[in-house]
């Protein structure tokens, strides 16, 4: 079936203006997450959606960036007022729980984010 | 706190030999889970194996095994009869009991020569 889609797969913006990254997880998947691959850095985690539970903010840098998720499967990461230090490649992955647990995540191919 | 630690930032391995990348953890849950991802060059992460801290068996997928040493806090992967597709960014990622983040390593890279 149909892996997990993000798109644009390549963003160039300009310092100060605001971003949107959208994923479509893998169909049936009740979790999703964003994590953030930069050269300095490495992947670091920034958010988890479960259903309709509160999502797991604790991984998001600054009050700059923010995420919903709408009817419990598209997401969208927003980033407000981009710094060049956001330049990096924003990866979303989705999980199925099975039996209170999530199993793997699975990537999609990432944003390529450029903030000149 | 968690940590992974991946301590060969590249690895060279002839075609059809077996290669090992090493990965250690630090955690004191005594429940988590051990995964290791490949990254080719389109930036795509893609799974190869996991490893439940209470698993018995080491783990295999085809030609990937994982070597878990519990008590070393080790979780090497090993691919054996390496192609050049293999050639690529691995990463070993560790999930923590009760939380659903993965928390991932700095990663080795691997290439396989002809």
């Known amino acids: 079936g149909a892996g997990v889609s993000q798109s644009p797969s390549n963003k160039v913006t300009e310092k100060g203006k605001d971003v949107e990254l959208r994923c479509d997880p893998i169909?049936?998947?009740?979790?999703l997450y964003w994590y953030r691959q930069s050269l300095g850095q490495g992947l670091e985690f920034l958010i988890y959606?479960?259903?309709?539970?509160?999502?797991?903010k604790s991984g998001l840098p600054s009050d700059r960036f923010s995420a919903e998720r709408t009817g419990g499967s598209v997401s969208t990461l927003t980033i407000q007022r981009t710094q060049q230090e956001d330049s990096a490649v924003y990866l979303c992955a989705s999980s199925f729980q099975r039996g209170g647990f999530q199993e793997t995540q699975y990537f999609g191919p990432g944003t390529r984010l450029l903030v000149l | 706190a968690q940590k992974i630690t991946q301590t060969q930032p590249g690895m060279f391995v002839q075609e059809k030999e077996a290669v090992t990348l090493d990965c250690t953890y630090d955690t004191s849950d005594p429940s988590y889970g051990l995964f290791w991802y490949k990254q080719p060059s389109s930036g795509e992460m893609i799974f190869l194996i996991y490893q439940g801290s209470y698993d018995q068996q080491n783990a295999t997928e085809g030609r990937y095994s994982l070597n878990f040493q519990k008590a070393r806090k080790s979780a090497n992967l090993v691919i054996s009869a390496s192609q050049l597709g293999d050639s690529a960014m691995y990463f070993c990622?560790?999930?923590?009991?009760?939380?659903?983040?993965?928390?991932f390593g700095k990663g080795t890279k691997l290439t396989v020569n002809p």
């Open positions: 959606f479960q259903g309709n539970s509160a999502p797991d």
């Open positions: 990622a560790m999930r923590q009991g009760g939380s659903e983040k993965l928390v």
């Open positions: 169909s049936g998947h009740t979790a």
